[in-house]
């Protein structure tokens, strides 16, 4: 039986595991793979802590080399290879040697493209000055580390305010030094919505690092004493030793464009869920696709690592005859941030709202709960703010964005799985999880959420939410039910006080044809309060989350982020 010819055009994530699980799968297949770099397979989510001095050693970056590629696979690697060309008809790729500069071919039976994203590259004058970085390679990394030593680098300009941009802002501040964050939109990760955001950029502003929101950078000059002047759209000008670019990626796309494969509405290369493009012969994985979101069920592009090396496994299957398929993404992810995690899964409230799907077909709701990571009676319990966003109609879980110093990505991580089973709110009440109290609570997090989330389903209780409490109409009382020096240390404006120790002997003094919005701090002695009001013949309703989420919402939307009191 003739080999089976298998090329796989780029490493890192995708590729590389395309290239290795076929191996395992077809032990007589010819397997090459062609890297225009000089590494076939490295952790670049992990540059920004190599930046920062946390991974001291350059080749704790390496997840495979070519030496291992070929004793423990038998699979060839060709590094400083750039596939510059694919003749269709003929099964041929053209590949140029960068380290001799020749150029030669090869031919296919399939053809796995990898080629992954590159930096976007913002129109800004002087992006490409020296001392301007893209982070995206070990290399850049390694230009970034010797900069800062070479030049005892005191500050930088990050213009970006997404992963990376916070990744690096962390890890240069570590560094010693000062660091300004520039980003155009009006709050840090813009995917996000931005009540879950505020945490984050708090600790930026307690470490010192000065953010600027909705801020626009006009060009990058060098500066006479050395350095260079990032100069924003107001004449503003922040001085820097560097400067990081972090503005997002974009699929690399040009060798599917000119061999004339078919791309999809957002740019990438569209594959279908046995990860084929256009040419059956030829597949493609990782940052370059454009996949499904179960959630949406629009097309998206995803520069993630988990899900390219799950592409890269189904596209080795249907090469090797097995009748696999992609089921699409959700978006699962997490950034760190000094002590803080900010971990997500499924579509924000914003994303579902700018696709037009939070009313129909959906039907979303969210709430909001700000349970403790583990027993609170257990020393060192740390708050995880969360806010699961729902369908109001079945209780189909939709998404989640959980934030805290300890316990929100396990917490993530549950209803990720659970979202992937199409599981719903009341399959979160009964989640049986680990259960001991340095570890989590009787009622964990993940079965709060879905306890509050189901009350709201069937109808035990109707809440409001905090952009409600700006201006609530005027048929509806504000009822603060905390006690007497919670609401003396802030509350919300024209709040009526009655403890809810006291309510139901004070009940007289609620009126019966306006509604009532009950709110205590995190939500849960309102939720009660309201239970109890609508059984008296009340209009009641609970504010979800209560006065935290409110101040949340208030300093992230209403007033802006600004550092903690």
Known sequence: MKKKRICVVGGVAGGASCAARARRLDENAEIIIFEKGPFVSFANCGLPYYVGDVIRREEHLLVATPEMFRQRFNIEVRLHSEVVGIDRDGRRISVRDHQTGREYEETY???VLSPGSSP????????????????????????????????????????????????????????????????????????????????????LVQKGVDVRLGAHVERIE?????????????????????????????????????AGLHLGPLGGIRVND?????????????????????????????????????????????????????????GTAVVGLFDYALAMTGPSEKILKSLGLWDEPYGCEKIYLHPGHHASYYPGAETITMKLIFSKKDGRIL???????????????????ALQKGGTVFDLEEAELCYAPQFGSAKDPVNLAGMIAANVVRGDVDIVHAENMDRPPENVVVLDVREPFEFRRGHIPGAVHIPLGVLRQRMGELPKDREIWAYCYVGQ?????????????FQAKNLSGG????????????DGPSAPA
Request: glycine letters at 10%; hydrophobic letters at 45%; one cysteine or more.
């Open 109 to 111: 039976d399939a053809l």
């Open 274 to 330: 046995r990860m084929q493009t256009s040419d059956p012969a030829i597949y493609a994985v990782g940052d370059a696709v454009e996949v499904v979101h179960v959630v949406t069920g629009r097309q998206t592009l995803l520069a993630l690592a988990g899900p390219a090396n799950r592409q890269g496994r189904i596209a080795a299957d249907v090469i090797c005859g097995r009748d696999a398929r992609f089921r699409g993404v959700q």
């Open 525 to 537: 002695r309102s939720y009660v309060a309201a239970r109890a009001l609508r059984q008296h013949g």
């Open 222 to 258: 060098e500066a006479a004493s050395g350095g260079m002047t990032v100069r924003l759209r107001s004449g503003e000008g922040i001085s820097a030793s560097l400067v990081i670019v972090a503005v997002g990626v974009r699929p690399e796309v040009q060798l599917a464009r000119e």
């Open 399 to 417: 998404g989640l964005q959980a934030v805290g110093k300890k316990g929100a990505v396990r917490r993530t991580d549950v209803i990720a799985m």
């Open 547 to 558: 006065y935290r989420s409110y101040e949340m919402w208030r300093r992230a939307v209403q």
């Open 120 to 203: 976007v590259r913002p129109p800004i004058e002087g992006v490409d000055l020296p001392g301007v970085f893209f982070l995206r390679t070990i290399p850049d990394s390694r230009a970034i580390r010797n900069l800062i030593e070479e030049r005892d680098a005191g500050s930088a300009v990050i213009i970006g305010g997404g992963y990376i941009g916070l990744e690096m802002a962390e890890n240069l501040v570590r560094r010693g030094l000062r660091v300004t964050v520039v980003e155009m939109q009006h709050q840090l990760m813009p995917a996000c919505d931005p009540e879950m955001v505020l945490p984050l950029h708090e600790v």
